[in-house]
């Protein structure tokens, strides 16, 4: 049960700062917020994420890309050109992982305007550090299992972000819902998205892409958004007061299924 709870725990704090720093404020800047908040949150998201950290720009930057040809051969994670998520995301991995070395040609619209941290970033992306991470999860795991199927548990931890990532960019094109008509095959996956704290409201956040709360009708709960809202309101980030806002206008297209 201990293990349940850790998994969960890591799994929901890996998710959170996935969609809060990661998607909302390095690939959108949904906010804005001072360099000493950013950098704590670049820490906690790598802390986090461990040994499966993604280096904001690279996320950043494929998921420009993402919106900019969302279902097209440009698009790096479409499920229309795929046969399963796992190719799928090893596609998405050969991009990122050009874009972590350099040797990925980017267009200058997508540059800019991502946190960086180049000592931590290298540090993150380093197979020394994935490796070291990974063995402590393991190590934890050998202290406190009671069960030797409690060990299935550990690649769960081990390829946490990729993980998110593969469970939206295909479910969120694939299955579920949509309120708005669009070019793409971006669907809102769950009625009440608090699994992937509101990243499963894909086809209402391609309409909407700046606007910081995915939900759009009166039963969607975005749980980040309500973390956001909190934040605001401390101080520790700022909304701008023209953000863009999602909304279901009167007449809108609505495609059920």
């Given at each position: 049960m201990a293990l349940v709870i850790v998994l969960l725990a890591h799994s929901t704090l890996s998710v959170f700062f996935q969609t809060f720093f990661l998607h909302r404020y390095a690939s959108h800047r949904m906010f804005t917020m001072s360099m000493f908040w950013e950098r704590t949150f670049h820490l906690l998201t790598y802390l986090?994420?461990?040994?499966s950290y993604l280096v904001p720009r690279a996320y950043a930057i494929l998921h420009r890309m993402h919106h900019a040809?969302?279902?097209?051969?440009?698009?790096p994670h479409s499920p229309r050109y795929f046969a399963g998520p796992a190719s799928m995301m090893w596609a998405t991995k050969k991009r990122y992982d050009a874009l972590c070395d350099g040797t990925a040609?980017?267009?200058?619209r997508?540059?800019?305007g991502y946190p960086e941290?180049?000592?931590?970033?290298r540090i993150g992306n380093s197979w020394t550090s994935r490796l070291t991470w990974g063995t402590g999860y393991a190590l934890f795991y050998i202290a406190f299992a009671t069960q030797w199927w409690q060990f299935l548990f550990l690649p769960l931890h081990w390829t946490m972000g990729p993980l998110h990532g593969a469970i939206v960019n295909w479910c969120g094109h694939r299955y579920g819902y949509r309120n708005f008509n669009s070019d793409d095959d971006s669907r809102n996956t769950l009625i009440l998205d608090v699994v992937t704290l509101g990243e499963l409201f894909q086809n209402n956040h391609h309409k909407y892409s700046m606007s910081p709360n995915f939900a759009v009708r009166w039963f969607e709960v975005d749980p980040s958004y309500q973390v956001i809202r909190v934040f605001a309101w401390l101080g520790v980030l700022k909304m701008p007061e023209q953000r863009q806002v999602a909304r279901l206008e009167p007449g809108s297209a609505r495609v059920e299924g």
């Open positions: 986090t994420q461990g040994s040809y969302s279902d097209t051969p440009k698009d040609e980017v267009e200058p997508f540059l800019g941290w180049k000592a931590l970033d």
